[in-house]
Nanobody, 126 residues
Framework: DVQLVESGGGSVQVGESLRLSCEIS????????MGWFRQAPGKEREGVAA????????WYGGSVKGRFTISQDNAKNTVYLQMNSLKPGDTAMYYC????????????????????WGQGTQVTVS
């Protein structure tokens, strides 16, 4: 079964940066639709960014566009989320999600398109 392991969360000051990592434990498909989502207490889950690993196409949520960058390292079976210019509103639990074999075209920032989820990593900005 596909497992996703996130890392890289932490507590930072406003304006600082963090890089989250999501390692895919069983990389048996030639391509994935990979997404990053976040959820703050009392708020709905929000799609942050997504990438189609088969071609490198990316999508971003409006609140992070221009500040966050999603990328992939196929050799390491890992997807990254570089987060710059962090704001208090970015404080949330961040989750990595995967759709093995998916092309992301059916709504890359919609959670229902993903079948596997990581355990989450906390990001706190103050």
């Amino acid at each position: 079964d596909v497992q996703l392991v996130e890392s890289g969360g932490g507590s930072v000051q406003v304006g600082e940066s963090l890089r989250l990592s999501c390692e895919i434990s069983l990389y048996i498909y030639s391509s994935y639709c990979m997404g990053w989502f976040r959820q703050a207490p009392g708020k709905e889950r929000e799609g942050v960014a997504a990438i189609y690993t088969g071609g490198g196409l990316t999508w971003y949520g409006g609140s992070v566009k221009g500040r966050f960058t999603i990328s992939q390292d196929n050799a390491k079976n890992t997807v990254y989320l570089q987060m710059n210019s962090l704001k208090p509103g970015d404080t949330a639990m961040y989750y990595c999600a995967a759709n093995p074999g998916g092309n992301c075209y059916g709504g890359p920032l919609q959670g229902f398109n993903y079948y596997y989820w990581g355990q989450g990593t906390q990001v706190t900005v103050s």
